[in-house]
């Protein structure tokens, strides 16, 4: 069941739906940290395979010009998958049964196109789900999608996603682009060339998203990164960047995989930083 939470910014709403969950060993999510630092933190949270139950968390932004969708989840458009390592229904039908007009939807922004973040940009036929939507993504997204090497095949659906940007080629960037007045676009790298981060002014409030640069509390500590980080210090130094300028204006965080309290804000706790939910 999509599980939903709705934030005003200030003539910006965005609401946050959890599309569904999935299973990620607890040893690749902490990467370099030693496991005898981390056990504590998620102690009641593994399951006997040491894996977390991680959230599928997407968000869709809509003002007066109209609406913007960051990530798409894992699974194509009219489908649902339910069996032991994941339980998701697609983006589109979740949006849809949100009662979200999706045909307003102008912008689909994707943190990054791993598997579990852009599986939802096709339908079941492989065509877009979105079809009157424009996909962003910066341009060193785009080359590790095309690059054919073996860790992009493991971690993106290179196949559909070319066929996907053959038919709908996507508006690309590099650097930061200023997607509408209130939304900016900036990329980052680090957990892959393109990650980007999302951030939305609103006049109360702003919001950034990261995707897998911050996916889970922990990760408020800029050197806590994921063995799967193409770039683990690029992840570093972008996260300290940008931590520090979101704990300054105190800026709404939304986490991409969290599943109890996906919200709140980055906090200067000495030379790091912890999350405090909201």
Request: proline residues 5%; hydrophobic residues 45%.
């Amino acid at each position: 069941m999509t599980e939903r939470r709705s934030i005003e910014l200030g003539g910006i709403s965005v609401d946050i739906l959890r599309i569904g969950t999935f299973w990620s060993d607890a040893g690749a999510i902490f990467g370099p940290v030693p496991q005898e630092t981390w056990a504590p933190l998620v102690a009641n949270e593994l399951d006997p395979r040491s894996r977390l139950l991680q959230a599928l968390n997407i968000l869709h932004i809509s003002d007066a010009t109209g609406g913007v969708l960051l990530e798409t989840g894992a699974v194509p458009a009219g489908t649902q998958v339910r069996d032991a390592d994941t339980d998701s229904r697609s983006a589109r039908d979740a949006l849809v049964g949100a009662g979200i007009d999706v045909e307003r939807i102008a912008s689909i922004v994707p943190s990054h196109l791993h598997r579990d973040h852009a599986g939802g940009l096709v339908d079941q036929r492989g065509e877009a789900a979105f079809p009157l939507a424009k996909i962003v993504a910066p341009d060193r997204e785009i080359a590790a999608v095309a690059s054919g090497s073996l860790r992009a095949r493991a971690a993106y659906d290179v196949d559909g996603l070319t066929r996907l940007f053959g038919a709908t080629p996507p508006r690309s960037f590099d650097g930061t682009l200023e997607l509408t007045p209130t939304i900016t676009l900036r990329r980052l790298g680090g957990h892959t060339p393109g990650s980007q981060a999302t951030i939305v002014h609103g006049r109360e409030r702003t919001l950034l998203f990261l995707g897998d640069l911050f996916m889970r509390p922990w990760q408020a500590n800029p050197r806590w990164v994921t063995a799967y980080d193409d770039e683990a210090w690029v992840s570093v130094d972008a996260k300290v960047s940008i931590f520090a300028e979101a704990a300054a204006g105190e800026w709404l965080v939304v986490m991409s995989h969290e599943v109890h309290a996906p919200v709140g804000r980055i906090v200067a706790d000495r030379d790091r930083f912890r999350f405090v939910s909201e």
